[in-house]
């Protein structure tokens, strides 16, 4: 009776361990690709939002270790201002660089939405059509 409880404590701790170890690798690993249309800019100084959505594949706890992006307009329009956030407040500035990545997001939650801000300044010219902005989350 001792050798079966106490093999029974084994399995069980080994089981434990073996889920642990299967959900921290999927926690670790992995990385999702959205894209969203950009809107037609009509109006210098107005900020425009494009939402980039999140796959419902992604889990919560998963920790951004990079992002890539990549967006385009029609034409490359003077005085056109692109952000790229994940809130109000954690923002890079994409405006030169229609392709690239970067670890500013690392250690953000990959579960939180990222959006494309566009601005044309009053020195821009409008109309300016958006085409496609396209980020990739990796954790």
Not at 38 to 64: D, F, M, N, W
Not at 66 to 88: D, E, F, I, K, M
Request: one cysteine or more; a positive charge.
């Amino acid at each position: 009776m001792k050798n079966y409880k106490k093999l029974k404590g084994i399995i069980t701790s080994a089981v434990f361990a073996s889920i642990a170890v299967l959900c921290s690798q999927q926690a670790m690993a992995g990385s999702y690709t959205s894209s969203v249309n950009l809107p037609v800019l009509h109006s210098k100084g107005y900020v425009y939002t494009a939402r980039v959505p999140v796959p419902a594949s992604v889990r919560a706890g998963q920790i951004i270790q990079n992002v890539s992006w990549n967006w385009n307009v029609q034409g490359w329009p003077r005085g056109l201002q692109v952000q790229l956030c994940q809130a109000a407040h954690r923002c890079i500035d994409v405006s030169r660089n229609r392709v690239g990545s970067t670890p500013a997001f690392k250690n953000l939650l990959a579960k939180q939405p990222f959006y494309f801000e566009l601005k044309l300044s009053p020195s821009g010219t409008a109309p300016v059509a958006g085409h496609v902005g396209r980020i990739t989350v990796d954790w």
